[in-house]
């Protein structure tokens, strides 16, 4: 008998040690599972986290992008601009000195000489107008005009009936524009 309860007890331990491979293998089984699981949920989380980034780049990207061609187009446009009104510092500069001629032109002559220098100073006065044109320098109109703020300076209001309101009566100052850009406006007296 003694053979009998050690073969029992053999199988028994036998059947104990499968079943505890058998719960091993199950708990291996499910830990791999696990384990796969959490791998793929970290490769998910990675891949979610990578495309997030690449995103972020892109939209990076796309913004330097933008300011860069924002950028180009400022400065192109400040370099037409710089052309276009190149000669603006120049300009604002000598028309006091049109300003000057065209005085001393208003002046009445009556001997020879006076009438020489006058001529030599209407001269002096077409060459300094034609190259002021060409650079872009414009007169603006001003009387019997509506009086525009933007290119004319009220300094007066006289009354004219025969006139509407708001028309310019007299230029007391002529006003010039290089291109589309006021230099001075002109000084007005304005119809009330």
């Known amino acids: 008998m003694s053979e009998t309860t050690e073969n029992k007890e053999q199988l028994e331990e036998v059947n104990e040690q499968t079943t505890e491979e058998a719960t091993n293998s199950t708990d291996n089984e499910q830990n791999e599972e696990q384990a796969e699981l959490s791998a ?10 990578l ?21 180009r187009r400022r400065t192109q446009l400040d370099r037409e601009a710089a052309e276009k009104y190149r000669a603006q510092k120049l300009l604002t500069e ?14 009445e002559v009556t001997s020879e000489d006076a009438v020489s220098l006058y001529k030599g100073i209407e001269m002096v006065h077409k060459t300094l107008i034609d190259a002021t044109k060409q650079e872009g320098l414009e007169l603006i109109p001003a009387e ?4 525009d703020p933007n290119v004319h300076q009220a300094v007066m209001q006289e009354s004219d009936s025969e006139k509407e309101t708001g028309i310019v009566l007299k230029e007391l100052q002529k006003g010039y524009k290089l291109k589309d850009r006021v230099l001075r406006p002109s000084m007005v007296s304005v119809n009330e």
């Open 40 to 49: 793929d949920e970290q490769l998910t989380s990675k891949i979610a986290e």
């Open 51 to 71: 495309e997030a980034k690449l995103q972020e780049e892109e939209s990076r990207y796309l913004r330097l992008r933008a300011d860069y061609d924002n950028m």
């Open 94 to 107: 000598l028309l006091p000195v049109i300003d000057n001629l065209e005085r001393a032109l208003q002046v």
């Open 144 to 147: 019997g005009e509506a009086f």
